[in-house]
């Protein structure tokens, strides 16, 4: 890789006439000398900048600032010819993440509530890279991209159901990727769309009974869903026709299931069902990578090469307490064993977090991150009030949410809170980058009663729906839109049931 760069730089033509440069009592060619100062950083090049006219030349080379702005993992996907001062760019990039941090830190942002109006309860959020996937009581999925501030949410067409009578059943999981949104129902269907064709359903199926677990491969096209006593992986061909490529027998009810991502050729899934821990593959289908009698698994995440999962135990009497096991996907055995608590691990986040690190929640409303190399805590975070539900980490900060409906963002490394936010529900999905946070509360009861004027009203009051919090903590877009959602709304909207009041001035978009 680095030859190949060199390569393209002597291809390029010389904007200087240098074709020697001075190293002290020697003459070097300049491409010897480029290379020589491939090694240095960014303030070894600022120094040698100031030794000599022909040395600055040298080290503002377009060749190492495009090199040291990869290295730094800016602007992966531009190469050396889309910017004319590489220096310049590296630099802005570093602002604008200095920016973003400073914006975390502050709750410096807009944030934005994705409420689908029509009084329906709100029964499972995804969401991938900014786009929101919601399902709710009515039947109804919807989808938001945070990234265009689109709040006109569409709806996903389903699959019409026999006769058309009687109402849709409600929807039970939603999972989303780069590519595919796919949806399971009460009733034991799945609908499959794609995000580049439309709203139609590209592929659908059935179950003979209730779904327990949806997933779908982070960065593929494959779909896991267990039903019964059975896992069944559905994915398309070449061709775009899709195929069952493994049906898999359980012997316990699957409590949780995850796809393998970057897997090449079969998909492979993880499931765990009660205190078996499965690694679903075509060519081994009944390959248990763990089982403890009597020891169930109480969550569960998978990286594309590791799964980690806790266990609960029975620390009171065999003086064990609870912990997370991490396994070798490709040796299939324990790689260590992390955790010492009383309370059982609620949520593991494996394939988010940086290298060699994992978060987790647990019940007894701690949020732990351990290093892996250690096999101890790095740091533990009396975090909620209640068991912790969700949890993400990155570099410098944890987001966790709480059965109590608390969001906390947290400083990894000084341990401190902050800031946080409540809501009515418990938070069931927590997913953040660099520059936005979308948090989901999602209440338990899906049939308040009680709550409207008359039991047959379909609607049901706000407090009882659950909601979206979609943050945006990027100064591009604060400049334009850093105002209420209510007052951004526009006089195209449907009259009827709706709370989004269009006002007259002073920001509404005429």
């Known amino acids: 890789c680095e030859t190949s760069v060199t390569n393209d730089f002597l291809l390029l033509p010389f904007q200087n006439e240098i074709n020697e440069v001075p ?8 491409e010897l000398a480029l290379k020589i100062f491939r090694y240095l950083g960014k303030a070894e090049l600022g120094r040698c900048a100031q030794v000599s006219r022909t040395w600055k030349i040298l080290a503002e080379d377009e060749v190492l600032w495009y090199r040291l702005c990869q290295e730094e993992g800016y602007l992966l996907d531009m190469s050396i010819s889309d910017h004319s001062c590489w220096k310049l760019a590296l630099k802005n990039c570093r602002a604008r993440e200095h920016m973003l941090k400073t914006n975390w830190k502050n709750r410096v942002g807009a944030v934005s509530q994705l409420r689908y109006e029509p009084g329906r309860v709100l029964c499972d959020v995804h969401s991938c890279d900014g786009v929101v996937m919601a399902g709710y009581t009515s039947g109804e999925v919807r989808l938001w991209d945070t990234r265009t501030w689109d709040y006109t949410a569409p709806v996903l067409a389903a699959v019409p159901g026999p006769g058309g009578a009687g109402a ?3 929807v039970s999981f939603v999972r989303i990727n780069s590519s595919l949104a796919v949806a399971a129902y009460e009733d034991g269907t799945v609908s499959v769309w794609s995000l580049l064709l ?5 592929h659908h199926f059935q179950h003979n009974q209730r779904i327990q677990a949806l997933a779908l491969a982070p960065g593929g096209t494959a779909v896991a869903t267990a039903s019964g006593f059975e896992v069944k ?3 398309p061909d070449d061709k775009g026709f899709w195929q069952t490529p493994g049906t898999f027998e359980i012997q316990k009810l699957v409590n949780f299931l995850n796809l393998v991502p970057d897997v090449t050729g079969s998909p492979v899934a993880v499931a765990a069902a009660e205190d078996i821990v499965y690694l679903l593959k075509a ?3 009944g390959k248990v990578l763990h089982s403890v009698y009597g020891q169930p698994v109480t969550c569960l995440d998978v990286s594309a090469r590791e799964a980690a999962f806790g266990i609960k135990t029975f620390g009171w009497l065999l003086n064990e307490p609870n912990q997370i096991l991490l396994y070798n996907l490709e040796t299939n055995q324990c790689v ?3 955790g010492n608590s009383i309370g059982d691990f609620s949520c593991v986040n494996l394939h988010n977090s940086p290298p060699n690190m994992l978060v987790a929640g647990n019940k007894d409303r701690r949020v732990r991150v351990f290093d892996v190399r250690r096999g101890g805590a790095v740091c533990s975070l009396y975090a909620h009030q209640l068991g912790v539900s969700a949890v993400q980490m990155d570099e410098w900060k944890i987001v966790s949410g709480g059965e109590e409906g608390l969001v906390c963002v947290w400083d990894q490394r000084m341990g401190t809170k902050l800031w946080e936010m409540h809501s009515r529900h418990p938070v069931r999905h927590v997913w953040f980058n660099s520059h936005s946070l979308i948090t989901a509360n999602i ?3 899906k049939n308040p009663r009680g709550s409207s004027i008359t039991d047959d009203d379909p609607s049901v009051h706000r407090k009882y729906r659950g909601i979206i919090y979609s943050y945006e903590f990027s100064v591009d877009q604060l400049a334009v839109e850093s105002v209420l959602p209510i007052c951004r709304s526009s006089y195209d909207e449907v009259t009827g049931y709706n709370y989004n009041i269009g006002l007259a001035v002073p920001y509404d978009s005429i």
């Open 168 to 170: 849709p059943p409600h």
């Open 198 to 202: 439309g709203r139609e359903p590209i």
């Open 233 to 235: 992986v559905e994915s």
């Open 336 to 338: 260590t064993k992390v």
């Open 443 to 445: 209440p338990e009861e």
């Open 283 to 285: 060519e081994d289908p």
């Open 23 to 30: 190293f002290f009592d020697v003459q070097l060619p300049y």
